[in-house]
């Protein structure tokens, strides 16, 4: 699909990958509507790329429905998430609070499922834009915690495998309508949820990918996420982008 003049939309768009992904976006001639809770980032980088800002929690059906309202997406990228950290089973023996883990799906899973099947009853209504029918194009962001989660990631990685596991059955889904599902399970990638880190952590992680040895840039990310909206025939797979790391316990 060629990204100019389609309406597309970022969630998670105010920060990190998100961010670098709706500027790509933008450069590349899409109008852009960025879906964030933090308003004040997300208005920032909706001024600067000449796009659109709404408030919007994922995990919230109403909230997206509201912040779909008269837009006509066939770009759908999810990136909004959280990444608490916590164990089964704490230092003072006590277990992993259901809150957390309810907390973390429904904003990572449940979240992207809502942004991903609204947007895709609005895809599949609309006109076809090229000779294979294609409607548009659905990109969720999974992560390597999906298939090797740490020490203190159950919540994130049981969301994340979630995300992961959608991809096909709902590539399958929507085959017919002419929508394109994908995701992609980034490894380690420089962004504030990294950034908060000490210098020499975040150095020690990017050493354990084995080539390039170094956190990824969201600017890679974006530039996967053009290549899968160009490509026509990317359809139903998680791509892994993560330099060969595999990720150990801790
Ligand atoms: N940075 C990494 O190394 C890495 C690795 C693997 C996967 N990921 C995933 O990539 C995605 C983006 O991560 P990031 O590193 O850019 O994080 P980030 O914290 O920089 O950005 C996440 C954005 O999501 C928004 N958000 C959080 N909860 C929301 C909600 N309920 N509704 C709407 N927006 C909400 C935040 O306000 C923020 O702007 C996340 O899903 C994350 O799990 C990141």
Do not use: W
């Amino acid at each position: 699909m060629n990204i100019d003049g389609l309406s597309a939309i970022v969630t998670g768009g105010a920060s990190g990958l998100g961010e670098a992904t709706a500027r790509m976006l933008a450069e590349n001639g899409a109008r852009v509507t960025i879906f964030d809770t933090n308003g004040a980032l997300g208005k920032t980088v909706a001024d600067q790329i000449g796009g659109d800002f709404r408030r919007v929690d994922v995990s919230d059906t109403g909230s997206v429905a509201a912040g779909l309202s008269g837009l006509e997406p066939r770009i759908c990228i999810n990136c909004a998430g959280i990444a608490p950290g916590a164990k089964t089973v704490d230092r003072e023996g006590q277990p992993h609070a259901a809150e957390i883990f309810a907390k973390t799906v429904n904003i990572n899973l449940i979240g992207t499922f809502n942004v991903a099947t609204q947007s895709a009853a609005l895809m599949a209504t609309a006109p076809p834009l090229d000779e294979d029918g294609a409607r548009g194009v659905i990109i969720n962001t999974a992560s390597i915690a999906a298939y090797e989660g740490q020490i203190g990631q159950i919540a994130y990685a049981a969301s994340k495998g979630g995300v992961a596991s959608m991809t096909l059955p709902m590539a399958r889904d929507m085959a017919r309508a002419g929508v394109r599902v994908m995701a992609i399970a980034p490894g380690l990638f420089l962004t504030p949820m990294l950034e908060g880190l000490p210098q020499e952590v975040q150095d020690s992680l990017g050493a354990q990918a084995p080539f390039p040895p170094r956190l990824g840039k969201p600017p890679e990310f974006a530039a996967l996420v053009r290549h899968i909206i160009e490509n026509r025939m990317l359809n139903g797979e998680v791509i892994r982008l993560d330099a060969a790391i595999r990720i150990p316990p801790k």
